[in-house]
């Protein structure tokens, strides 16, 4: 916390232990660099969280998370939510072991559904839905350094399954609209009207390296990034909902 508050806003990508982590991390894997598979992450999660009223909630909650063998990805549901599968979700295995459930090995859910949302496009989900992203589609700039190159790397592929959700739906409407697909029956299609509150105007001069940063100001930085984002939403596209779709997905993402 001294050092964030004291150097610039770059410091971390300088630091020659920082570089020796990263290093670490692309020629060892964590099961040889921690090998006892110690994460205090579980603990705080069990502390924190009441997962009985998580799993007994009438709110549809999901969790996506990859099924390392199978190469697919599995939807947890709020009756399945435990520490386990939060930890298996946000399993990043160039720096945690796979998390084993049920006999399957399980790392990040963003590699495959970033978020999923194919289960809130269902007949008995409302037909709006809100998507908050938490990393940039664009950049100002082109990546030169090494680091720079990993950081927009990684954005990328965490986007691309999100990006590929959202041009199926895209194109799903441009189908329903020009009366090619009918959806006055049942069926697995429908209108849905999206909104968006989306990262690029308040984090992309964030690195990934800040997602390491747990400063408690910084923190505080994200909370008013956020509630400032939200704030703009509501003024300008509250009335939207329930109307109109607020996203433009054919000329995004169709």
């Not at 990508?13 to 090998?35: H, I, Q």
């Not at 020009?178 to 909104?195: K, N």
Request: hydrophobic share 45%; charged share 20%; glycine share 6%.
């Amino acid at each position: 916390a001294i050092w964030n508050a004291a150097q610039p806003p770059d410091w971390m990508k300088d630091n020659p232990f920082w570089r020796a982590g990263e290093t670490l991390a692309l020629s060892m894997s964590p099961y040889e660099f921690n090998p006892l598979n110690h994460n205090p992450l579980k603990r705080v999660l069990k502390a924190a969280v009441d997962f009985g009223a998580v799993q007994a909630t009438d709110i549809k909650l999901f969790v996506a998370a990859t099924a390392v063998r199978q190469a697919r990805a599995r939807i947890f549901t709020a009756s399945e939510i435990n520490a386990d599968v939060l930890m298996a979700s946000a399993c990043l295995p160039h720096l945690f072991q796979a998390v084993e459930i049920e006999g399957e090995p399980y790392w990040d859910g963003g590699y495959l559904t970033n978020p999923p949302l194919w289960p809130l496009t269902g007949e008995d989900t409302p037909d709006d839905v809100l998507l908050v992203t938490l990393n940039p589609m664009t950049r100002e700039e082109t990546p030169r350094s090494a680091a720079d190159i990993m950081d927009r790397l990684n954005e990328i592929v965490f986007n691309a399954p999100l990006v590929a959700e959202l041009r199926a739906i895209a194109i799903a409407g441009e189908m329903i609209g020009q009366g090619q697909i009918d959806v006055g029956g049942q069926g697995p299609y429908r209108h849905v009207r999206m909104h968006a509150i989306e990262a690029d105007r308040w984090l992309s001069d964030l690195s990934l390296r800040t997602k390491f940063n747990t400063e408690w100001s910084f923190l505080n930085d994200l909370k008013t990034r956020g509630r400032a984002a939200a704030d703009e939403w509501l003024d300008s596209c509250l009335g939207a909902v329930g109307r109109h779709a607020s996203v433009d997905m054919q000329a995004r993402f169709g």
